[in-house]
């Protein structure tokens, strides 16, 4: 059934994806800006706007976006050293592109050099989803299932992060209160995730 699930989503959404398109610098924004165009008049034209995995979830869809969509539901990698959010400082919450759900807290967040955001825990209990992936382990949102990336057990040391972040890491992480191995890296697809800036206690007020 996911098979079936699987190329039926690919049919839809292969029309609308100009995958070679973002390796080739002189075409990339032009193609890519008609894609985004051509896609969205087609979800207009649809009755919902329900992606549906399996029969049983409907998860209502936070993106339009081609590449986004690309990755979250087919599983594709972007580029590496692509994303944005290789790059700054963040204060704030990662989450997820197509459903909104909470997934990563900046202070988890760090530099691997993999090419790929990076965290080396996940936010809390059942924000991620486990699915072995040959000799890999990947990693998707807990509430939707959309693809994010994968999991290697190469993350920095327990001694390079910060403590109190690390003594409240979930204990579903692989490795999650590890003190003496290597912690987890979640290399995620920047595509794959929204960021939510903090907001201080005066906004709040």
């Known amino acids: 059934m996911r098979a079936i699930t699987f190329l039926l989503l690919f049919r839809e959404a292969a029309a609308f994806l100009p995958i070679n398109s973002f390796f080739h610098s002189s075409t990339r924004t032009q193609r890519s800006t008609e894609a985004t165009e051509k896609y969205s008049l087609y979800m207009k034209s649809k009755e919902t706007n329900i992606c549906h995995m399996e029969d049983s979830t409907k998860i209502p869809t936070q993106t339009r976006n081609p590449l986004r969509l690309a990755v979250l539901r087919l599983g594709l990698t972007e580029p590496m050293g692509t994303s944005p959010f290789n790059y700054g400082t963040y204060d704030g919450s990662f989450n997820c592109a197509y459903c909104g759900n909470t997934l990563f807290d900046s202070k988890a967040k760090y530099d691997s050099g993999s090419g790929w955001p990076s965290f080396w825990r996940s936010v809390d209990e059942g ?37 109190s972040v ?20 979640f290399c995620v697809n920047g595509a794959a995730l929204k960021f939510e800036r903090r907001r201080d206690e005066h906004e709040e007020r």
């Open 127 to 163: 924000a991620i989803h486990y699915e072995r992936d040959l000799d890999r382990l990947e990693c998707q949102c807990g509430n939707c299932k959309s693809h994010l990336g994968h999991v290697f057990l190469d993350g920095p040391k327990p001694t390079r992060v910060e403590t």
């Open 166 to 185: 690390l003594l409240g890491s979930p204990s579903t992480d692989p490795r999650g209160q590890s003190f003496s191995a290597p912690l987890p890296r």
